[in-house]
């Protein structure tokens, strides 16, 4: 994970997105109901107050004190309790599932597009549009090589589609990212009468 990533606009958190594959994973867990900036800089935020984000000290955190991380201001996100709670289901699996190494999810035996978009729909807190959001992500941006990941992300790993998270890589697609979502929704509401 060399990749530098440009998702939050602050230099430390994207820093720690780019270095740190469970802080990357996190915040693709976070990243709901909130900003897509916020969610993806609330690893570093989990990073400065709790010291680490190493998912065996997350997943050995008392959870009361872990909400209590997530409250302070500014807070991790808007649902401190549940999202904490995501967070350390998540930092469980990790560790029990994958031997500490949140990147084994993508990595481990050389696995497909399909075999990882699979073990992403397996982690607490992924469903199949967060999986497929995150897929494409290690796709365009991370160096995910493995076959057919952009036929498993769907739509997510079309190119140029600013569609998500994974087409990030400046204030400028950001913009169109952003512009992509509101349109969606409006057309969603519409639809709905």
Do not use: N
Request: charged share 25%.
């Amino acid at each position: 994970m060399a990749h530098a990533l440009h998702i939050t606009g602050d230099a430390a958190a994207d820093e720690l997105l780019s270095g740190d594959a469970f802080a990357l994973l996190v915040g693709m867990l976070l990243d709901q109901q909130v900003a897509m900036e916020t969610a993806f800089a609330g690893p570093e935020k989990i990073r400065e107050r709790l010291g680490s984000i190493d998912p065996r000290e997350i997943a050995a955190t008392d959870p009361e004190k872990l909400v209590d991380v997530f409250k302070q201001t500014p807070a991790v996100h808007r649902y401190p309790g549940s999202m904490a709670g995501r967070v350390q289901a998540l930092a469980v699996a990790v560790r029990d599932e994958w031997g500490d190494e949140a990147s084994a999810i993508w990595t481990h035996g050389d696995p497909s597009g399909a075999e990882v978009l699979k073990r992403l729909k397996a982690l607490p807190g992924f469903g199949d549009q967060k999986a497929r959001i995150f897929l494409a992500l290690l796709g365009k941006q991370c160096g995910l090589a493995a076959p057919g990941w952009r036929e498993a992300a769907g739509a997510y790993g079309e190119d140029g589609s600013f569609r998500s998270v994974a087409d990030i890589v400046s204030p400028e697609s950001l913009a169109k990212v952003r512009a992509t979502k509101q349109a969606a929704k409006a057309a969603a509401k519409s639809a709905k009468g």
